[in-house]
């Protein structure tokens, strides 16, 4: 069974956000997931796009397999560490701000192997 695996850690948009995105292309073809995100208008498609875009490059370094023979097995968003920091919040109190982190993980299966 061919799988191909891309990590992505780090990635400066909440899990919360990034989520309902990769919902939408989970299970699909690597090519038309790879064509929804390109025409999407918001920045957190990017991280998404690219970290797919080096899985279908490890498919074709690995194993010679084609983008077009490649389905998304597994999408996933995980949280990562939250960066939490205080600003000036009403009465002189301090209110606390957090910067979530996610980390992303694809995996991509060949579709001859799943017809098998």
């Not at 109190?93 to 017809?115: A, C, P, Y």
């Amino acid at each position: 069974m061919r799988q191909f695996v891309a990590k992505t850690k780090y990635v400066h948009f909440s899990p919360y956000k990034l989520r309902p995105l990769v919902n939408a292309i989970r299970g699909k073809g690597a090519v038309y997931a790879l064509n929804v995100l390109k025409t999407a208008t918001f920045r957190r498609a990017v991280p998404v796009r690219k970290m797919i875009e080096s899985a279908i490059a490890n498919a074709k370094y690995l194993r010679n397999v084609d983008a077009d023979k490649l389905i998304i097995k597994d999408l996933r968003v995980d949280q990562g560490p939250i960066f939490r920091y205080y600003k000036p919040g009403a009465m002189g109190r301090s209110n606390i701000q957090r910067k979530r982190l996610s980390h992303m993980r694809v995996v991509l299966e060949s579709i001859e192997d799943k017809e098998v």
